[in-house]
């Protein structure tokens, strides 16, 4: 052991100077219709799906030979192909966007990019992009037509809305043939700014942020259309916008009509509504949905590629995240998939099969893994090993469609396992088996590695099983008692035990480690992918169940005879800031140490959307947010608290922690504070090297 070497922060943070070389390698594969292309950083290069021989499509060099010296390329990775049958690919730039034709060696058409909101057709080339706070539109030959004037700090246009909630990460849909543009408009004027400050300026500046806090007056949103050929913009004749969400915009396949999942604010009720996009005129609501706790729409529904008049939408209105046939009149023609189990993911489909492709935790709850779904007879086939986590190849949306080949036929998959770094696979639709494409060396070969395990254990109900994950000391010795922190999230949209690598085990966990301490992570009743019993547990009193359950991790823990009861501490961000500071103050005579970042300490400052779900508001649920208030919590902290935070956080705002640092000082206990400046909710860069570097520290000196 002692001519293992030491894995350092530099290797284990992603603001390390080493952690490139330390993480699992990885390859770029993307699909040209049916055919596979692996894009490097020096070539392009078609891989067979026959026998995996490789063939040379175009090099860097020969791009570059084409674009002058001013806009030279560094790379080919993000090379994409939307053309099938067309030797074109799309290249992003630095400052452009490059149709080259690699037969041609040539330039074929080019574009600025140069925006930070930007969205492309490869359908009619145009782009739509935001400049000074306008919406502008370009045609494939540069012509641009502005689309709104007011656009300001408080009129936002073509950018994503809601927060970023109900699945919404951009605020431009180009139509199928890309002669249609619906877009997001969002009024915040009569949204209270935050007062966010910049201390970087010779004198202090204010730049306050709109930030809608539960029960507080939020943002009003409409839809608008932009048509190319005409030239007009209008927008949807909607219900009310007031109070209302707008989410999960999807196109019909003919450019014609936009589906919304529209959402009351109480997040009880969806409706699937139609809008006839040439004249804006509702066309009614044809499906309707209701949950007494809160409805959570993700996923805009998807047509089948070979019949536009039926489309799948997912929903968790059985109590799982499931698949369903519908027609275009929102009748159910059937549950596709069924099951104590969530789709992950609608990959995609096989027309020549009429199946569906799909990611799911059938095999497990800790598992990702493929299968192939018939619409016939929602017969399920696994496609992958069954183990691990699978499709590990993310779009800007969150989901892995891009796996997929035009067709259905064919996908790779970019897999991961607890004692496999990476490794990437072609599958076949009706073949068994799968054909390695490459497959990563384990990068901590000779270094000091921790052991890493997972189980279970049963949550405060004594009967639904919670999974945990915990990474041993280095040299680990079951007769001595080492010191524990147990790292915690807790809350929604998060899962952070799974089957991957280490059991997706932190970078920092095997720091700690390998200065002696016992890591411990459960995955609570609230967290994702379990399905709605275990996830609105905690509605209207967030903390308290989660609370109940991270105590029989304590438990457990107590019961090991190498964890030392006396040294048990606990760390998280965000929500698992709250959580940290929940559980020094409910068991103050069980952790002895905390770092809490970024906390929440009181619901009723946080924002509208994810409050509001999960708590209600203020003015509905007075007793849940006194209960789940930390301020009334500061007389009972006993142990050693560090609190952290980006002054200039935007999530989680600075006046939780530090109305909570109040209460403290009127009580008369201690925390520690420190602050990072200009930083938002999380540390970037470098500044998270030092943020974990501080946390150690704290943990060294107090719970030796």
Not at 236 to 241: F, G, I, N, S, V
């Amino acid at each position: 052991m002692a001519q293992l070497k030491p894995l350092t922060l530099e290797d284990l943070n992603y603001g390390g100077k080493n952690y490139r070389k330390m993480s699992p390698a990885n390859e770029t594969y993307v699909w040209w219709g049916d055919i596979l292309v692996k894009t490097a950083h020096d070539v392009c290069e078609t891989v067979s799906t026959k026998d995996l021989g490789h063939t040379a499509l175009f090099t860097l060099d020969d791009v570059n030979a084409t674009i002058g010296k001013d806009n030279q390329l560094y790379s080919l990775i993000g090379a994409t192909f939307p053309y099938p049958g067309s030797t074109i690919a799309v290249i992003d730039g630095p400052k452009e966007r490059l149709l080259y034709d690699w037969e041609k060696k040539a330039i074929v058409w080019r574009q600025s990019s140069a925006y930070s909101v930007n969205d492309w057709s490869p359908a009619s080339r145009a782009l739509a992009y935001v400049d000074g706070h306008q919406l502008y539109v370009a045609d494939r030959d540069g012509h641009v037509t502005q689309l709104s004037k007011d656009g300001s700090r408080e009129i936002v246009y073509g950018q994503s809305v809601h927060r970023d909630e109900f699945g919404i990460y951009k605020g431009t849909f180009w139509s199928p043939d890309g002669m249609r543009l619906a877009f997001y408009r969002m009024d915040q004027s009569m949204v209270t700014d935050y007062p966010q400050v910049n201390t970087s300026t010779r004198i202090a500046t204010y730049e306050p942020d709109k930030y809608p806090m539960a029960g507080e007056t939020s943002h009003v949103v409409t839809v608008g259309v932009h048509d190319l050929a005409t030239g007009k913009t209008l927008y949807l004749k909607t219900a009310d916008p007031v109070n209302r969400y707008f989410t999960n915009i999807q196109w019909s396949p003919d450019s014609k009509q936009l589906f919304i999942q529209e959402l009351n604010r109480d997040q009880t009720d969806i409706e699937l509504t139609v809008y006839d996009a040439i004249t804006g005129e509702c066309k009614g609501v044809i499906y309707s949905e209701r949950n007494d706790k809160y409805a959570e729409p993700l996923v805009p529904i998807t047509f089948l590629p070979w019949d536009a008049s039926k489309f799948i939408l997912q929903s968790q209105k059985d109590g799982y995240n499931h698949l369903y046939l519908m027609d275009t009149n929102g009748k159910q023609l059937k549950q596709l998939t069924s099951g104590e189990w969530v789709v992950l993911d609608l990959i995609g489909f096989c027309q020549k099969r009429k199946s569906v492709i799909i990611l799911s935790t059938e095999a497990s709850p800790v598992q990702n893994n493929l299968y192939e779904v018939s619409l016939s007879n929602g017969r399920r086939t696994l496609l992958d090993n069954g183990r691990g986590c699978h499709a590990n190849v993310y779009q800007e949306d969150g989901r892995h469609t891009s796996i997929l080949s035009a067709s259905g036929l064919y996908m790779f998959d970019n897999y991961t396992e607890p004692d496999v770094p990476r490794r990437i696979s072609l599958l076949t639709l009706g073949q068994k088996g799968e054909r390695e494409l490459f497959n990563a060396p384990d990068p901590w070969i000779g270094y000091n590695v921790p052991e890493y395990s997972c189980g279970t254990i049963k949550a405060a109900d004594g009967v639904t099983d919670l999974y945990y994950r915990m990474v041993k000391p280095t040299g680990f010795d079951p007769t001595k008692k080492y010191p524990t922190v147990v790292y915690v999230y807790g809350g929604p949209h998060a899962r952070n035990v799974e089957a991957r690598w280490h059991w997706m085990s932190r970078g920092w966990e095997t720091y700690m480690a390998q200065k002696g301490y016992l890591l411990f992570i459960l995955d609570n009743r609230g967290s994702k992918d379990r399905g709605l019993a275990f996830e609105q547990a905690t509605f209207r009193q967030l903390g308290q169940v989660e609370t109940a359950d991270q105590l029989c991790g304590i438990k457990y823990l107590k019961s090991l005879p190498y964890v030392d009861a006396d040294r048990i501490g606990v760390h998280g961000w965000s929500f698992g800031g709250y959580m940290t500071i929940t559980l020094m103050t409910a068991a103050p005579d069980v952790f002895k140490v905390g770092v809490a970042g970024g906390p929440v300490i009181d619901w009723k400052w946080y924002e509208v959307m994810y409050g509001e779900r999960y708590m209600d508001t203020p003015q509905d649920n007075p007793d849940g947010y006194a209960k789940t208030s930390l301020l009334s919590k500061a007389k009972d902290l006993k142990g050693h608290l560090l609190i952290i935070q980006g002054m200039n956080d935007k999530t989680v705002v600075p006046q939780h922690c530090l109305s909570f640092i109040d209460a403290c000082i009127e009580e008369g206990t201690h925390p520690d504070f420190f602050v990072y400046p200009g930083e938002p909710h999380n540390m970037r860069g470098r500044k998270s090297v030092h943020l974990h570097e501080h946390i150690t520290d704290y943990f060294l000196k107090y719970l030796k």
